[in-house]
């Protein structure tokens, strides 16, 4: 196994990764365990249909911006990960400080998909759905355990062997939320006054409106709260720039954009149909949607193949999640192994999982993450463009020899200040926090560069630029030659290619389609679908992971 992942050099051109890499990753990410737990949030919140519906396309649309037009361009222009940019920028006493929030932050991140997992595995143990912050059945720490361990294995195997997992349990797994709301809707269907089937769009709102967004909550969650959140949700990756781990690999800047996938089909039409998933699971279970679980909430709605959703969709997030952390925590050291980094960092993550805060508490942790980080985000970008356009010396500080730039300190310290005051003060929702907070970076970060020695002139700089230009011509050169394109059998047997395997997996989606039609239109009993579901599921799965070996051997 190549372990070489350029933790402190640039991606060669060689190793450039292609379009279908970024689209499987993002598409599999961000259709994750915890859209399950979100996606009921917003229903136990009272949130209306026309809140959500509009909320998450802006939202959602701000975030794919951030991506493509900020993350991306900086990624692809430098090849180098978040950490070792940051040092060539602030220093290695600015990038400890930041690696170990980073790597914490990323470990409770990680910790809560592993939870989410956990909580499909528990269902056929018998063991209860755990709702509080702490464990109440010693064998749920074990089932934690156990998954742990695996996501820490394929996390280990770094970018590639996260982007292969996610490129076979994509497809699917997009396609199972899907059917999780067609089982649902009938019931909740059948309980609306006044209709008797859903025959139009008029009828799927007022199915709506009466059992998954009611607009009950108190008006302190709208529209604009549901677009802030769906923007910051991964701020952390975006606007704190921590996807340049994985964009580096990107061919083109144009890449980012592939987050759409992960944010209109993860964190649009999946937080919608697991909204649906989870007022119907509470109708059939007659319980409260705070009072049950993922795992409980997929079970309901897809039967065995819902619990492999949820542990699959815990996996395809927490595996680039842990891969990040160990990255954060080997740039503390760089001699460290990032193998043996990751192994570390798994088994910590594996140890906070135990304890399933996620499902009270996730909302607010995934705003605070990244308003953390975010200021961050806000010095690269003023460092890697603004300081040039006002005249100033881009890594002016590495120039100067200090180990440590106050400048980028004293903004990240002074905008979390603004944004603690404007929060505890009531003045504005942790939502939205962002703008505020990045401003406040940038003009801190700003006045403090040029005070300390941006504005001076170094000899080293110039060099420092013409090499990096060097650089920049050779990987153009070798891409305009062709040698950083998939070769034509490659290219047909992974995108167009009709292979045996690829065949029986295509199948194996229509026939789950099929099922949730029928199960939708009254032609298959909601019993018998979740009960045999797990046949076609089990095939796709094993046909997706031999088309993917037969493809990687070609």
């Not at 969650?221 to 959140?229: C, D, L, M, Y």
């Not at 699959?312 to 990032?338: K, M």
């Not at 970076?441 to 990096?468: C, F």
Request: hydrophobic residues 55%.
């Amino acid at each position: 196994m190549d372990n070489n992942e350029f933790e402190r050099s640039p991606v060669t051109p060689e190793r450039l990764q292609p379009a279908r890499h970024f689209a499987a990753n993002y598409a599999g990410e961000h259709v994750a365990g915890t859209e399950f737990v979100i996606g009921a949030m917003f229903v136990a919140w009272g949130v209306s249909t026309s809140d959500i519906l509009w909320g998450l396309l802006w939202g959602n649309l701000l975030a794919v911006l951030s991506w493509g037009l900020i993350c991306a361009p900086i990624a692809v222009n430098t090849r180098l990960t978040l950490y070792a940019y940051l040092e060539k920028i602030a220093g290695p006493g600015t990038i400890r400080v930041y690696s170990v929030v980073n790597g914490l932050l990323f470990c409770v991140l990680a910790g809560t998909m592993i939870t989410v997992s956990a909580s499909a595995v528990r269902i056929p143990f018998g063991i209860d759905p755990q709702t509080h912050w702490y464990p109440t059945n010693p064998a749920f720490v074990a089932v934690v355990l156990l998954v742990g361990a695996v996501v820490v294995y394929i996390a280990a195997r770094g970018f590639q062997g996260v982007a292969r997992f996610a490129e076979v349990c994509a497809p699917w797994m997009i396609l199972i939320f899907l059917l999780g709301a067609l089982s649902m809707l009938p019931e909740l269907t059948a309980a609306t006054e006044g209709i008797d089937r859903i025959g139009s769009l008029a009828d799927l709102r007022a199915v709506a409106d009466q059992w998954v967004w009611q607009g009950e909550g108190s008006g302190e969650i709208t529209a604009w709260h549901v677009a802030a959140f769906a923007w910051i949700c991964n701020l952390a990756m975006h606007g704190g720039l921590s996807d340049m781990t994985v964009l580096r690999y990107a061919r083109r800047a144009s890449y980012g954009y592939f987050s759409v996938l992960g944010m209109f089909i993860g964190h649009y039409a999946a937080w919608a149909f697991a909204g649906i998933m989870g007022a119907g699971a509470a109708m059939l279970l007659g319980s409260s949607i705070q009072a049950i679980d993922a795992g409980e909430v997929a079970y309901q709605a897809l039967g065995t193949a819902g619990i492999i959703a949820v542990i699959i969709a815990g996996w395809t997030t927490a595996n680039p999640t842990i891969y990040r952390a160990g990255l954060a925590f080997q740039s503390l050291n760089p001699s460290w192994d990032r193998v043996k980094v990751t192994m570390v960092v798994g088994v910590v993550t594996t140890l906070i999982a135990c304890f399933p805060f996620v499902f009270s508490r996730l909302m607010d942790f995934v705003g605070i993450m990244g308003l953390v980080l975010s200021p961050i985000g806000a010095i690269i970008v003023a460092e890697h463009w603004i300081l040039p356009r006002l005249g100033m010396t881009r890594y002016w500080s590495t120039y100067r020899g200090n180990p440590t730039n106050w400048a980028a300190i004293g903004a990240w310290l002074g905008s979390l200040l603004v944004a603690a005051a404007l929060w505890f003060s009531d003045t504005l929702h942790l939502f939205f926090l962002l703008v505020p907070t990045w401003v406040t970076a940038t003009m801190i970060y700003l006045a403090a560069a040029s005070a300390l020695g941006a504005k001076a002139r170094y000899a080293e700089a110039g060099e420092a630029e013409q090499q990096e230009e060097r650089r920049r011509q050779q990987e153009d050169a070798y891409l305009d030659a062709g040698r950083g394109a998939v070769s034509p059998s490659k290219a047909g047997e992974g995108i167009i290619g009709l292979g045996f395997y690829r065949a029986v997996s295509l199948l194996a989606l229509l026939a789950c389609l099929v099922m949730g039609s029928a199960v939708f239109v009254g032609g298959l009993d909601l019993d018998s679908f979740r009960q045999y579901l797990i046949v076609p599921t089990a095939v796709y799965l094993l046909a997706a992971y031999c088309w993917m070996r037969a493809r990687e051997r070609l």
